[in-house]
């Protein structure tokens, strides 16, 4: 086995990592008593499967997209995967932090709380930070334009998800809440 090899294979098993813990944790949830429209929901997911196909599906390698934006080198297949498992690593805790009040909709759950410590402290949106970190990284890895594309996706779809958040959020925290976004940054700490 290659050293790309085992770099891939060290992605793929972040990836499953995240899969796995993501369906035992969504057991753990409360009840939600507001949700997002089915518009919404499904732009999210039409965004979660374009990233998706752009990123892993081999019809998706034509014209520029199949170019590559970095070298085959190992360098950049090991900071791809370090990043991926860096932004696993900050998804798994922070929807360890977030317990009971995740859902993979815009919900507000029976006896919500306002978050704010962990990752908390650095992005009001870290699992969706941690995922555009992770798929970045898988991105850096794979080296081609698709993946680069497919990062653009996930980051349109999480930022137009964390508006809808951001409305709920506010509905049901008030001041807190409007506090919290001014002193903390969405998805990119200290940036935007």
């Known amino acids: 086995m290659s050293f790309h090899d085992v770099i891939l294979s060290t992605i793929g098993a972040a990836w499953i990592a995240f899969i796995a813990y993501w369906l035992i944790m969504a057991f753990r949830v409360k009840r939600a008593v507001k949700r997002q429209g ?10 979660s ?8 599906h081999q019809d998706s390698r034509w014209g520029v997209l199949s170019s590559r934006f970095v070298g085959r080198g190992a360098g950049w297949a090991l900071a791809g995967a370090i990043l991926t498992c860096a932004g696993v690593a900050i998804a798994i805790w922070e929807r360890t932090i977030l317990g009971g009040n995740w859902s993979s909709s815009v919900t507000v759950k029976q006896d919500h709380t306002l978050i704010r410590t962990g990752p908390y402290t650095v992005v009001r949106h870290p699992i969706y930070s941690g995922l555009i970190l992770a798929i970045f990284g898988t991105a850096l890895a794979l080296g081609e334009f698709r993946d680069l594309l497919a990062v653009g996706v996930l980051f349109a779809t999480f930022l137009i998800k964390s508006r809808t958040e951001e409305r709920f959020m506010t509905e049901q925290f008030g001041h807190d809440y409007e506090h919290y976004r001014h002193e903390t940054k969405a998805l990119i700490p200290f940036i935007f």
Do not use: K, P
């Open 49 to 56: 499967a374009a990233t998706f196909m752009l990123m892993w």
């Open 38 to 47: 089915i518009g919404g929901r499904l732009l999210q997911v039409l965004g």
